[in-house]
């Protein structure tokens, strides 16, 4: 089946610094997705992409769809400690069928 | 406007056992899913419905059905709960043509 892979796993920064974090995939996806879950939540949709190339963003958060379509990144510039959580990609295929990554683990240290 | 809700928050069951999970929502949505979420895996899609009557399974839909008899409500049951069924589900739904899908806060459940 369709496999999603996101790195880092997981990683500690200072408070201020840039992160960035990325998703792959095997397969093509019509509409990437970044999802941000807090600790006892349901995720909270982040930044929607729906063509190749695209690049958008939501504040400090930046993302692109890959030109391949098989990949996309997220960029949080001047992380502060309420970034803290998990982030996950996900992506959609012709259907309603959402994909989601495992997952990076985000820990912001003051 | 509650958006998504989830019932029970919390519960134990013992092998064998059945149970429904309850998922809620008031934002008149067409489509709603069912998904499990274990560590280091992300949520995985159980089963997924696109409009009331109608149910598709997901990715990992053995073990669990579903129904959607009102379109604001999509029900998950586990006929004869196993340990590998321990899990948190959540419930989200979105509107048709729209990306956005919002989660319910998550069920969690222990079968021992």
């Known amino acids: 089946g369709q496999q999603l892979n996101q790195s880092p796993q997981s990683m500690f920064i200072q408070e201020g610094e840039d992160v960035s974090m990325n998703c792959t995939s095997s397969?093509?996806?019509?509409?990437w997705l970044w999802y941000k879950q807090d600790p006892g939540e349901g995720p909270v949709l982040l930044i929607a992409l729906y063509k190749a190339g695209e690049l958008t963003s939501n504040g400090r958060l930046t993302a692109q769809f890959g030109i391949t379509r098989k990949d996309s990144f997220l960029n949080i510039s001047a992380s502060i400690p309420s970034d803290v959580g998990i982030y996950f990609c996900?992506?959609?295929?012709?259907?309603?069928?959402?994909?989601f990554g495992p997952g990076t683990r985000l820990s912001v240290l003051p | 406007n509650a958006g998504v809700t989830q019932t029970p928050k919390f519960r134990v069951l013992k092998t064998g056992q059945s149970m429904t999970l309850l998922c809620a929502q008031d934002m008149n949505h067409e489509y709603m899913y069912w998904y499990r979420q274990d560590p280091g895996m992300g949520l995985r899609l159980i089963h997924y419905s696109v409009g009331e009557g109608t149910t598709a399974k997901g990715e990992v839909p053995d073990g669990y059905n579903v129904s959607r008899l009102k379109k604001q409500n999509f029900l998950l049951g586990l006929e004869s709960a196993a340990p590998s069924q321990t899990s948190v589900y959540f419930c989200?739904?979105?509107?048709?043509?729209?990306?956005?899908?919002?989660f319910g806060p998550g069920t969690r459940l222990l079968v021992l």
């Open positions: 989200a739904s979105n509107a048709a043509g729209q990306e956005t899908q919002y």
């Open positions: 397969s093509i996806f019509n509409t």
């Open positions: 996900a992506g959609r295929d012709y259907g309603q069928n959402f994909v």
